[in-house]
């Protein structure tokens, strides 16, 4: 059974934190006036470096956690399904529902929004992960401001103590590049705070430029690297450096959309990252697929997960995270014991697009294509039923070993979120090359394509099985389909589809997009999600995304 020291530590976490970082959102006025609960301060908490640790594990705990005893802890009082607002469900509902990759049964204005890509700045999902993200970066900023080499000193805090107060901080400006690498993809100019903005009542954030925030994040990941922890050596669940080159990569990649220039400039530096990864002999595939969503993905596929939000049934309870995503994907004739679950929410199925990338092959079969057929339609005429869709078997409760999870009432998973793995860069490193990036080249991108379809098909040496050739490679939309095969339901596809330029528009369509059965064009707005019209009344230096 798997054991997470950085989630076993949370239960202390909550309360010293909670009086600790009272900086609360940094967007948002009235968070700004909390005052903290506790007799605990941030002094006291600080004095003692033994609880470094366990307020760096509150800034873990934020991308995947939404509270303590059912409470959610930036929601508390507004009413709402704690487990909506969790990070990483806020998060996948905005990078998959409006995709060719997902659609959501549950009939909820909000919901159904995404569902038909029509939404407004009202939308609460919206604003869910929007305020999650933030107040990440919130919890991020106060640590960070507490652990300054000027900090340290003041408290006596040296030596040993005080060199692991400084890869602990590093791995928290992590944690905010990666909540500001969020930001800027969903949202695009956003408020800006770091460490160097005190909290105050009076704090209204300046709205950064998306461009001059790529540049930010970006120079952040190269200048923590000598404090973090060595390429995959980090205990399971933190970063080091491999994630923080994993991050830079995808920031990279997405360059050109973030900044609005047009060079193959950031396609080199992509190259750069995935390279320092690719270099490094520990990173290994898993060796199936399927290892990779089950309950002891924490063991079975550690040498390919470069960083994970992690899971425990026991002792990270949420019912947001892959808690959701295995639930969610169960209903109609599925079993739920088939996947380590007590019950089926009956919400998440397929559009038809993504299954159809699977064709009959002509030997061989790409396990990747994990979806539940009996019973379900691969046409969706009624967005409600969980019936009208494919369902997909990707995410379980269930080890390699097909024991259920910890949780002995069946509930919470202990399934890990693969936030970077190495496949991911493997697919990073080809399209890189053919959009001209220096450092790689097509032939080594096709051996990496390849190890991808060597372990979907089950090859053993010498068998080719589902390999593809240069000329299938180089096809215009081959490394968008097979970052689909390879990667869905992992958080990725909107990101892609805008790179690509298919997600607005009418060049690429799919079932319900633009609300229409058939599929219709939306509106480029729709690249970006617009910033919450509470936040812009809270906040009136903002200027919303245009066309909302």
């Not at 909107?494 to 064009?521: C, E, H, I, N």
Request: proline share 5%; with cysteine; net charge neutral.
């Amino acid at each position: 059974m798997k054991s997470h020291p950085i989630l076993r530590r949370a239960g202390l976490v909550f309360a010293v934190a909670a009086a600790a970082l009272t900086g609360g959102l940094t967007a948002c006025n009235k968070d700004l006036q909390r005052e903290p609960f506790y007799d605990l301060n941030t002094e006291s908490v600080y004095r003692d470096p033994a609880n470094y640790i366990q307020v760096l594990a509150k800034c873990y705990a934020s991308l995947n956690l939404s509270g303590n005893s059912g409470a959610p802890d930036v929601f508390a009082g507004q009413g709402k399904d704690e487990g909506e607002t969790a990070y990483l469900r806020a998060y996948w509902y905005l990078q998959e529902l409006p995709t060719d990759e997902a659609v959501v049964a549950w009939n909820s204005p909000p919901l159904q929004e995404l569902n038909k890509a029509t939404w407004t700045s009202g939308n609460d999902l919206i604003n869910n992960c929007y305020t999650r993200i933030f107040y990440t970066i919130a919890l991020c900023n106060e640590f960070i401001r507490e652990t300054s080499d000027d900090k340290l000193g003041s408290r006596g805090i040296t030596g040993a103590n005080a060199d692991k107060a400084r890869t602990y901080r590093a791995e928290a400006r992590f944690l905010r590049a990666v909540a500001y690498s969020h930001a800027i993809d969903l949202y695009g100019n956003v408020p800006f705070v770091t460490e160097a903005d005190l909290p105050s009542k009076q704090l209204q954030p300046r709205q950064i430029k998306r461009a001059e925030l790529f540049d930010y994040i970006t120079k952040e990941l190269r200048d923590i690297q000598p404090a973090l922890l060595a390429a995959h050596q980090a205990p399971y669940g933190r970063a080091d450096k491999g994630a923080a080159w994993a991050l830079a990569a995808k920031l990279y990649l997405n360059g050109n959309v973030y900044t609005g220039r047009t060079t193959t400039a950031a396609y080199d530096s992509c190259l750069v990252y995935c390279n320092k990864i690719l270099t490094k002999p520990s990173y290994v595939l898993a060796p199936e697929y399927r290892l990779l969503f089950l309950a002891d993905n924490n063991v079975t596929s550690a040498s390919e997960i470069i960083f994970p939000l992690e899971s425990d049934g026991l002792v990270s309870q949420v019912y947001g995270g892959t808690t959701y995503l295995v639930h969610a994907a169960v209903g109609g004739r599925m079993l739920n014991t088939g996947f380590g679950i007590n019950s089926a929410w009956a919400g998440n199925r397929t559009r038809k697009n993504l299954p159809l990338l699977f064709p009959t092959p002509a030997s061989g079969f790409d396990t990747r294509a994990m979806f539940f057929t009996t019973g379900q339609n691969l046409e969706i005429n009624d967005l409600t039923a969980f019936t009208d869709g494919y369902a997909v078997t990707k995410w379980r409760n269930k080890t390699s070993t097909g024991a259920n999870g910890n949780d002995p009432q069946q509930i919470f998973v202990d399934t890990d979120f693969p936030l970077f793995r190495l496949a991911d860069v493997y697919l990073m490193y080809a399209e890189a090359v053919l959009r001209n990036g220096r450092g790689g080249t097509q032939t080594q991108a096709l051996a990496y394509v390849n190890l991808l379809r060597d372990r979907a098909y089950g090859n053993t040496p010498g068998t080719t099985d589902g390999h593809v050739t240069t000329a299938e490679l180089t096809a215009p939309d081959f490394i968008l389909e097979e970052r689909a095969r390879e990667l869905y339901w992992e958080g990725t596809r909107r990101t892609d589809l805008v790179r690509f330029g298919k997600f607005t528009g009418s060049t690429y369509l799919w079932p319900w997009k633009g609300g229409m059965k058939a599929g219709q064009s939306i509106d480029a707005k729709y690249n970006l999600y617009p910033l919450p019209s509470t936040d812009i009344v809270a906040n009136p230096s903002l200027v919303q995304n245009p066309g909302y």
